[in-house]
């Protein structure tokens, strides 16, 4: 897989993504989370999205690097460790199983606007040494910690 898109509901203002199978796999948020744009902990991530509900499009895909088009609103990189059995995006109603090579990456998620559509995607590149930074943030993140937050508890 090199690159792969889907149709999606967004619920709750997040998308998430997480280690196939992974129990308790959406995040609790707190202040500090949604001022970063996303929720981390080991095996699942979750990120704010442009609207709290809605249809969107949703792209991943393996990079050899970050790229970053002049047309991204939001730019957020974040480790992820995948393990046998790829990975799951999606939302409380439904999610969507990938096959992602076993490894350390970074990924990078942005959101834009096409036309009337919201399209985020997740890129997926190798790394030895990934870190969480923010790329570009929107009206949104005017609120960036100074240290992100890099644990949250599940939500149950």
Known sequence: MSEFSFEFEIFYSQIALFQYGLDNPFN???????????????????FGTLSSDGECKITVKLLKKI???DDIIRAIVVPFKVVKGGIEIGSVMETVAIDIPEGNYEILFTARR????????FSFIESGNP???VLKAD??????????????????
Not at 29 to 34: F, I, L, Q, R
Not at 114 to 121: I, P
Not at 139 to 156: F, H, K, Q, T, W
């Open 67 to 69: 790229e970053i088009d």
């Open 131 to 133: 870190t969480a930074r």
């Open 114 to 121: 096409l036309n009337s559509t919201e399209h985020y995607t």
């Open 28 to 46: 609790d948020w707190n202040d500090t989370h949604v001022n970063q744009g996303f929720s981390w902990r080991e095996g699942s991530v979750s």
């Open 139 to 156: 009206d949104e993140l005017l609120n960036l910690p100074d240290n992100l937050l890099m644990e949250a508890n599940p939500a149950i």
